[in-house]
């Protein structure tokens, strides 16, 4: 069976799906990403409720259902945001997880931390990105091993 892909310019799906479904041969899979995208595509999505498909999935938290009820898309590619910390090395720090709530903690933590790196024997950074996520990087010496790590999301 012949597939047409096509790929919408970052920050654009909305227009080129929507030049799309208005040509012949509208496109049969298409992404719908969040319940805005659900509500302006409803009625072109199929009901997957009960489909083979459906009974494939492990979980039920990334579907959208419209109003109706009725199981509309299915998660099925996700893009997330997070941080990897060693926890030994934040320890060692004088710190915890439980600190880190947002990015101004994030970054009081990592400041911190940057600020004793000749002390401590390592060093760590903070850095906000341009959708608002934030990560840390806590950086060993030379001859350091990384040992228990730990992920920890922030919004």
Known sequence: MPVKVVTAASG???NTLNAQMGKDGAP?????GNMSG????????LD???TALAGE???NDF???NEAGELKAIGNCYETFGIIVNT????????SLDEIKDFAS????ADDIHARAAELGFDAFSSAGLDGSSSLALLRSPGQHASTMSSVTTA
Do not use: M, R
């Not at 049969?28 to 719908?32: D, G, L, S």
């Not at 030994?88 to 710190?95: E, S």
């Open 63 to 65: 579907n959208l259902y």
């Open 28 to 32: 049969t899979i298409f992404n719908i």
């Open 38 to 45: 659900l509500t302006d595509w409803d009625e072109y999505a």
């Open 12 to 14: 654009d799906y909305s």
């Open 88 to 95: 030994k090395l934040l320890a060692d720090a004088g710190h």
């Open 106 to 109: 994030l970054k009081a933590v």
């Open 57 to 59: 999935l492990t979980t």
């Open 48 to 50: 997957l409720t009960g």
